[in-house]
T-cell receptor, first 118, second 115 residues
Framework: EAGVAQSPRYKIIEKRQSVAFWCNPI?????LYWYQQILGQGPKLLIQ????????DSQLPKDRFSAERLKGVDSTLKIQPAKLEDSAVYLC????????????????FGEGSRLTVL | DAKTTQPNSMESNEEEPVHLPCNHS???????IHWYRQLPSQGPEYVIH???SNVNNRMASLAIAEDRKSSTLILHRATLRDAAVYYC????????????????FGQGTILTVHP
């Protein structure tokens, strides 16, 4: 089974520039998450999608961050304009619908996209 | 969200058992205890979860205190590959029972395994 795919793996930009990250979740996973992980900290949830609708975006800095999940599959996370403090790894995760003994309802994470803002 | 407390770091020797503690004194009756780990330069991965009874899987065991205010993740024989940050997270079943609630990660425990 293919895992969660993310791209690009690395991105270096200057402050005030824009950047976009792409995520392809595991096939059939209705729930998709974007997390931000700053060096030395645990991942912080930015936004949660259920199919193509937003469930929770309470910690998304909406003045500069935006995310969409068209057709309930792939998702993009955009930052515009970037600030120095946005330097972090952006992790995408997906989760299947919990179904009795067939799965644990666990999150599957991608390898992340590392952003450096200079 | 109910909070968990974990030691910042722990050390172990290869092939020895490792007991990673987690305190969650404000856990609610519907909170499940989830453990994830994050290997260097990778996204977190699921380890195990449970509600009240002890749980075992191919990766680890989860021992849950009778009052549920603490739990312990047990790696029976640590290997170098188990060196990672281990996160203990509380999350209830979401409404409808078709998924767990969001996972809020703390700082976790950095496990170092010595050869």
């Amino acid at each position: 089974e293919a895992g969660v795919a993310q791209s690009p793996r690395y991105k270096i930009i200057e402050k005030r520039q824009s950047v976009a990250f792409w995520c392809n979740p595991i096939s059939g996973h209705a729930t998709l998450y974007w997390y931000q992980q700053i060096l030395g900290q645990g991942p912080k949830l930015l936004i949660q999608f259920q199919n193509n609708g937003v469930v929770d975006d309470s910690q998304l800095p909406k003045d500069r961050f935006s995310a969409e999940r068209l057709k309930g599959v792939d998702s993009t996370l955009k930052i515009q304009p970037a600030k120095l403090e946005d330097s972090a790894v952006y992790l995408c995760a997906s989760r299947p619908r919990l179904a009795g003994d067939t799965n644990t309802g666990e999150l599957f994470f991608g390898e992340g996209s590392r952003l450096t803002v200079l | 969200d109910a909070k968990t407390t974990q030691p910042n770091s722990m050390e172990s020797n290869e092939e020895e058992p490792v007991h990673l503690p987690c305190n969650h004194s404000t856990i609610s009756g519907t909170d499940y205890i989830h453990w994830y780990r994050q290997l260097p330069s990778q996204g977190p991965e699921y380890v195990i979860h449970g509600l009240t009874s002890n749980v075992n899987n191919r990766m680890a065991s989860l021992a849950i205190a009778e009052d549920r205010k603490s739990s312990t993740l047990i790696l029976h024989r640590a290997t170098l590959r188990d060196a990672a940050v281990y996160y203990c997270i509380l999350s209830p079943l979401a409404a409808g029972g078709t998924s767990y609630g969001k996972l809020t990660f703390g700082q976790g425990t950095i496990l170092t395994v010595h050869p």
